[in-house]
């Protein structure tokens, strides 16, 4: 029919090639969207924080996920980037929020008082309603947990329970008593009203001992003799 065969076939070769280019961005979008799904890396309400960014995840998309900061701003961000980088969950914790700080104590001489004052702070925390222990998360640990299981079910369920109360560090002007332990809840208010609650209580059991807290002080030395100018 003089229809020029070879030119159809290279138009449409062309065509098909640009056509590839074109969708290549959604392509690779929707299949890391895939990826991102599989691995259920998060979920719609989780905080999550990667290298750019930190917030709530607001939408997951089959191309993009949104995600609100806590400027109140949202972010729209290709699942490509998610897909290929780090990115930390904060809402993936069953049991325990880490409460981690160090209590400055003035040097002294005094070892007895001061092991006395460390098994009173880990006495406290133990008690303390809001600090996890073995018992008094034995019911919640109970549903999920099985002794012989194949791997960490503390690790993959985000459940953290370990409590250290220890002489750490000798510092310029400080003994450094290490404190360390987890908050039962998970959520940031509740975590703040606990971990504020462990500091009064702390502050009152220094006061109630021989120990003072240390802090860094500056000491001028004016020699106001007469003789000196001369």
């Not at 065509?15 to 799904?37: H, P, Q, Y």
């Not at 500091?199 to 000196?228: G, H, M, T, W």
């Amino acid at each position: 029919m003089g229809v020029n065969i070879a030119a159809i076939v290279t138009s449409l070769g062309v065509g098909g090639a640009i056509i590839g280019l074109a969708a290549k961005g959604t392509l690779e979008n929707f299949f890391d969207s895939i990826r991102v799904i599989s691995q259920d890396a998060f979920h719609q309400g989780d905080w999550i924080e990667t290298k750019d960014f930190e917030g709530l995840v607001a939408d997951v998309g089959l191309t993009s996920t949104q995600v609100r900061t806590f400027d109140n701003a949202l972010i729209t961000v290709p699942n490509s980037f998610l897909a290929n980088s780090w990115i930390k969950n904060y809402s993936r914790r069953f049991i325990g929020r880490r409460i981690k700080f160090w209590i400055k104590i003035k040097y002294s001489t005094d070892t007895e008082e001061i092991k006395r004052v460390i098994k009173e702070i880990k006495k406290m925390l133990e008690k303390h309603p809001g600090i996890v222990t073995d018992k008094k998360i034995e019911n919640k640990l109970r549903r999920i947990m099985y002794k012989k299981a194949l791997f960490s079910m503390e690790d993959k369920y985000g459940i953290r329970k370990t409590l250290l109360v220890y002489l750490d560090e000798f510092d310029e002007y400080s003994m450094n008593i290490l404190v360390y332990a987890y908050s039962i809840s998970i959520n940031w208010e509740e975590w703040l009203r606990v971990k504020q609650d462990v500091y009064l209580r702390i502050l009152n059991i220094i006061e109630n001992s021989k120990l003072e807290l240390a802090y860094p002080i500056q000491e001028v030395f004016i020699d106001k003799r007469d003789e000196l100018w001369k």
